[in-house]
């Protein structure tokens, strides 16, 4: 037993120690005086954000606190494997005039990287908003791209990357471009608007999958194809385009339905592309941020093959089908509730003035829209139980179980063997 424990010991401790250093890290980053490990004093290559990314390991995030960024270098390369870089917000977190790199071909492509929640403003000269340049599992997620000097993004090589949830507007060329023979990428719930070219321009693509779009307002065509092996448009809202709202040419295998191609200046479809047997030609009826009006005649016409998060048939447009980044239970509500469209969702409600309310001494509370009358009892129980489950949880099982799963479990084992030692070593000693 004696000669068991110190290998007993030695194992757990390693078991311990692997464990703790199998929980990713977070690497803070934050405006100067924010009193976080990275605060940023100034752009260029050598930033405080720069220098979390090079400190990031795989599974880590870099997490950029709310402020405003001014000239940051970003370069990853194939040193930067599996790292996130996570904004607190998509309206907080501002890059200016930065550049943003994930993979080169000199130094070599990135791996898994993630980068969501912020807006990037103002690329300067001619840089792109983000450029990707044949790195794999890529994911951009619910961020704004607005004012590049080129390219909102520009994807080139034979690269791998969803897009979700991602604003394109008013940049001094393309929103989109995209060229890689044996590239794959996926966009999903993306506002293309008021770039001064194409919204999207692919030069060449292996797979593209463009998903419940919404490409407006852009200064020449909408979507312009010029070569592509796999490319599948559904879902999506073309409209107002200053030229032509979709040209597409030399794809081998193109599918195109669903969508709604509208009122674009020189016309809605040229070249080897015409409207899908679905597909409609309508005035999409939208509210602010390009979502649906609950009157709009594009909802739930969308394909049916494709539900939205409320397992309804799909819309066309922003704000339908996968990865629609919004949790509306209902779009086309009851005959008690009316349908509020706000910038990310239609929500179905009771009101949002007192006149909606019809019932005898009703009147409207604007933070819930919800019918109530005045000095109704509440159940304090009830409320108390509520506030109860929203607390945050303490215990410090909640915040690491690995480790204390296998804490318990060495204490136990401890316990059971210093119990096994003063028992038999002690009818030893006696035989």
């Given at each position: 037993m004696k000669r068991l424990l110190p290998l007993f010991f030695a194992t757990i401790t390693i078991l311990i120690f692997s464990a703790r250093r199998s929980i990713a890290a977070t690497l803070e980053v934050c405006p100067s005086g924010g009193g976080c490990t990275y605060e940023y004093t100034g752009g260029g290559a050598v930033n405080a954000i720069?220098?979390?990314?090079?400190?990031?390991?795989?599974?880590?995030?870099?997490?950029?606190?709310?402020?405003?960024?001014?000239?940051?270098?970003?370069?990853?390369?194939?040193?930067?494997?599996?790292?996130?870089?996570?904004?607190?917000?998509?309206?907080?977190?501002?890059?200016?005039?930065?550049?943003?790199?994930?993979?080169?071909?000199?130094?070599?492509a990135s791996t898994n990287i993630t980068v969501k929640n912020l807006t990037i403003r103002d690329s300067y000269n001619v840089n792109n908003g983000i450029e990707i340049v044949i790195s794999t599992g890529v994911v951009l997620r619910n961020l704004s791209i607005t004012g590049s000097g080129g390219e909102g993004v520009k994807i080139s090589g034979n690269a791998t990357v969803d897009i979700y949830n991602v604003v394109f507007s008013g940049g001094s060329s393309t929103g989109l471009r995209l060229n890689g023979s044996a590239a794959e990428v996926d966009v999903y719930n993306c506002n293309f608007s008021t770039n001064t070219y194409q919204g999207v321009l692919v030069e060449d693509m292996g797979i593209l999958n463009f998903i419940n779009n919404r490409v407006t307002a852009n200064g020449t065509v909408g979507v312009q194809v010029n070569q592509g092996t796999t490319i599948d448009f559904t879902n999506n809202n073309i409209y107002d385009n200053a030229t032509y709202g979709m040209n597409v040419s030399s794809v081998t295998s193109l599918t195109n339905d669903y969508n709604n191609v509208d009122s674009n200046t020189s016309g809605d479809y040229t070249g080897d592309i015409t409207a899908g047997l679905h597909s409609l030609s309508i005035d999409p009826d939208i509210a602010a941020g390009g979502i649906l009006n609950c009157t709009s005649l594009l909802i739930h016409a969308g394909d049916p093959s494709i539900t939205d998060v409320d397992t309804?048939?799909?819309?066309?447009?922003?704000?339908?089908?996968?990865?629609?980044?919004?949790?509306?239970?209902?779009?086309?509500?009851?005959?008690?509730?009316?349908?509020?469209?706000?910038?990310?969702?239609?929500?179905?409600?009771?009101?949002?003035?007192?006149?909606?309310?019809?019932?005898?001494?009703?009147?409207?509370?604007?933070?819930?829209?919800?019918?109530?009358v005045l000095g109704a009892e509440v159940d304090e129980d009830e409320d108390e139980d509520e506030d109860e489950s929203d607390l945050p949880a303490t215990s410090m099982y909640n915040e690491d179980p690995v480790f204390y799963t296998i804490l318990s479990v060495f204490l136990i084992i401890i316990g059971y063997l210093l119990y096994a030692q003063k028992r038999y070593g002690k009818c030893r000693a006696e035989n």
């Open positions: 720069q220098t979390a990314v090079d400190a990031a390991g795989d599974g880590d995030t870099v997490y950029i606190s709310n402020g405003i960024y001014a000239s940051p270098e970003i370069d990853m390369t194939s040193a930067h494997i599996g790292i996130t870089i996570e904004g607190e917000s998509v309206s907080g977190v501002i890059l200016d005039e930065s550049y943003f790199r994930i993979g080169s071909a000199a130094n070599g309804t048939c799909s819309d066309i447009g922003l704000y339908g089908g996968p990865g629609s980044g919004f949790s509306s239970e209902n779009y086309i509500c009851s005959a008690s509730l009316f349908c509020h469209v706000t910038v990310s969702s239609h929500v179905c409600i009771e009101c949002l003035i007192d006149g909606d309310c019809t019932g005898e001494g009703e009147t409207c509370d604007t933070e819930n829209n919800e019918c109530e």
